[in-house]
């Protein structure tokens, strides 16, 4: 069974730094891309970023151009999201999911909180 | 305010059919087949139950089905179950940001 697992979220204050892991089993993210995507508390879901699988680019959504980082360890089979400059707006549940058929999300992980308040 | 717009919230009585509407432009819904509609229950993890348009999951209940007509992409459930009340959100592809675009999602109540 695929499965993902986020964590590394928590209470950060504004302009701290948080970094997200999302660790996968039951498949090689090297063959995937894989997206993150947060929920601010009672919003719907917005795309943050992505990482194309078998070495293709990372593109990201306006918020997070300049501040996040996604990479992955293919050797570890784990996504991260290096989060800097958090301001209170990025706080959200941040899910990872795995991309299926031409930008479908089709195995997500149950989440990690990030909190951003002083 | 998200790029594709969805109704607030839709209900039905069990047994019931109800469609969810997702409006788009012509950059995004109108231009591709990268639909896809994603069921989360409160407190859960979004879940696909629809992709490409039309397509279901393996093993995904055929009660969902999904549909498009120039800018404006549909769910239809039929048969309603008091398990199907959840959040729905739809994407798309959009040629503008080269993503993925998600609408503001609708509460689905079974009444």
């Known amino acids: 069974e695929m499965q993902l697992l986020e964590s590394g979220g928590g209470l950060v204050q504004p302009g701290g730094s948080l970094r997200l892991s999302c660790a996968a089993s039951g498949f090689t993210i090297r063959n995937y891309a894989m997206s993150w995507v947060r929920q601010a508390p009672g919003k719907g879901l917005e795309w943050v970023a992505v990482s194309g699988g078998s070495g293709g680019n990372t593109f990201y959504a306006s918020p997070a151009k300049g501040r996040f980082t996604v990479s992955r360890d293919n050797s570890k089979n784990t996504l991260y999201l290096q989060m800097n400059g958090l301001r209170a707006e990025d706080t959200a549940v941040y899910y990872c999911?795995?991309?299926?058929?031409?930008?479908?999300?089709?195995?997500w992980g149950k989440g990690t909180t990030v909190t951003v308040s002083s | 305010q998200s790029a594709l717009t969805q109704p607030a919230s839709v209900s039905g009585s069990p047994g019931q059919s109800i469609t969810i509407s997702c409006t788009g432009s012509?950059?995004?819904?109108?231009?591709?087949?990268?639909v896809c509609w994603y069921q989360q229950h409160p407190g859960k993890a979004p879940r696909l139950v629809i992709y490409d348009v039309k397509n279901r999951p393996s093993g995904f209940s055929d009660r969902f089905s999904g549909s498009k007509s120039g800018n404006t992409a549909s769910l239809t459930i039929s048969g309603l179950q008091a398990e199907d009340e959840a959040d729905y959100y739809c994407?798309?592809?959009?040629?503008?940001?080269?993503?993925?675009?998600f609408g503001g999602g609708t509460k689905l109540t079974v009444l």
């Open positions: 999911a795995k991309e299926g058929n031409y930008y479908s999300m089709d195995v």
């Open positions: 012509s950059s995004d819904i109108g231009a591709f087949n990268y």
């Open positions: 994407s798309s592809y959009s040629r503008i940001t080269t993503r993925v675009v």
